[in-house]
């Protein structure tokens, strides 16, 4: 097969959908290429984009398809939108496309197969921007109407995507996210020393880019705030972590998690169903809304420090980005 692999996001900040996509990318390719299947990474982006993009796939053995269009967001939308001209006139001909976030080119043969992360923007509006609830809600429509298989990044995300669109859920196949290799148990730790917080002897150290909307009010004793970070970085803070705290309210899986397992974190996690699949039974959970129920869980985490470890590092062995490229490979070989 010859398969075709947008990878237009990354031109952006590697977070968590751009980790899965070059990740589960890696993953293909190592799958893939010993049986003679060929990949093409394609995108449409910024001139930025097109200098940016062939670093982020350093090291993944696939040939590029890159075109620089100044107002790249803008052609993306409209390609999309105006379905023509077809995939094939830019990539060649191919058996298999597989789309991503920011847009659903055309195209006129061959497998469809497009990846949902989650479906927050239909649920819960108010946490995303104008922009992103347009821009997502025209791809899941798209995908609902014109993919043969979507991939899901867990079973609850499966579920949920063909529940809210009315999509077949046995055309949905479950493609867990993997780990990257900075997360590793070995290696060195960070030490922020830090002040106190509160009646113990440990600092909350936020990491993660200011987001949208209201924030809350960090700047106080014992808080320290590193915003973004790269992963080599975030390695370090999670195995000199005495615990990782994760209480997001809603997730299509929750990388973050295994990451922090697989560096030999303890870890809190939110009680929210959507990171069941991440959790297991290797992680302390609370409810998010529930400041008391966050400490509780911390300290029930310091006072199982090892056991967590040990289950955390357990489970995250599960996680790969080769297992993800398989199950894509599936999903294109049977849909064909």
Aim: charged share 20%; with cysteine; net charge negative.
């Amino acid at each position: 097969m010859r398969i075709a692999f947008d990878v237009s996001p990354l031109s952006h900040e590697r977070t968590g959908v751009n980790n899965y996509i070059r990740g589960s990318l890696a993953g293909l390719a190592e799958a893939a290429r010993p049986l003679g299947h060929e990949i093409v990474a394609f995108a449409p982006t910024s001139p930025a984009g097109k200098r940016v993009i062939p670093e982020a796939l350093a090291g993944i053995d696939v040939e590029t398809k890159l075109v620089a269009l100044p107002g790249a967001h803008y052609w993306r939308t409209a390609w999309s939108m105006l379905g023509y001209p077809p995939a094939e006139r830019f990539i060649g001909k191919f058996d298999a496309l597989h789309f991503s976030d920011w847009m659903y080119p055309p195209q006129t043969r061959g497998v469809r197969a497009t990846t949902i992360h989650d479906v927050v923007p239909l649920h819960h509006p108010q946490w995303t921007t104008k922009r992103t609830r347009s821009m997502h809600g025209r791809k899941y429509r798209n995908a609902a109407l014109t993919c043969d298989v979507v991939f899901a990044n867990s079973a609850f995300t499966a579920a949920d995507f063909a529940r809210s669109l009315d999509f077949p859920l046995d055309r949905v196949l479950v493609a867990h996210p993997g780990i990257g290799a900075d997360f590793s148990a070995d290696g060195p730790a960070a030490d922020l020393g830090a002040p106190l917080l509160a009646d113990t002897d440990l600092s909350l150290v936020v990491v993660g880019g200011q987001g949208w909307g209201e924030q809350p009010q960090l700047d106080r004793p014992g808080i320290v705030r590193l915003g973004y970070v790269p992963d080599a970085e975030l390695a370090r803070l999670y195995r000199g972590a005495q615990a990782v705290v994760y209480p997001s309210r809603f997730e299509g899986f929750g990388m973050p998690i295994t990451e922090a397992m697989a560096s030999g974190a303890p870890v809190v996690v939110s009680a929210h169903e959507s990171m069941d699949e991440a959790s297991g039974d290797a992680a302390v959970r609370a409810d998010p809304e529930s400041p008391q129920a966050i400490a509780s869980a911390i300290r029930e985490a310091l006072a199982q420090r090892d056991e967590l470890r040990a289950k955390g590092i357990e489970r995250a062995r599960q996680f790969t980005w080769r297992r993800t490229g398989e199950v894509f490979l599936e999903g294109y070989e049977r849909f064909a």
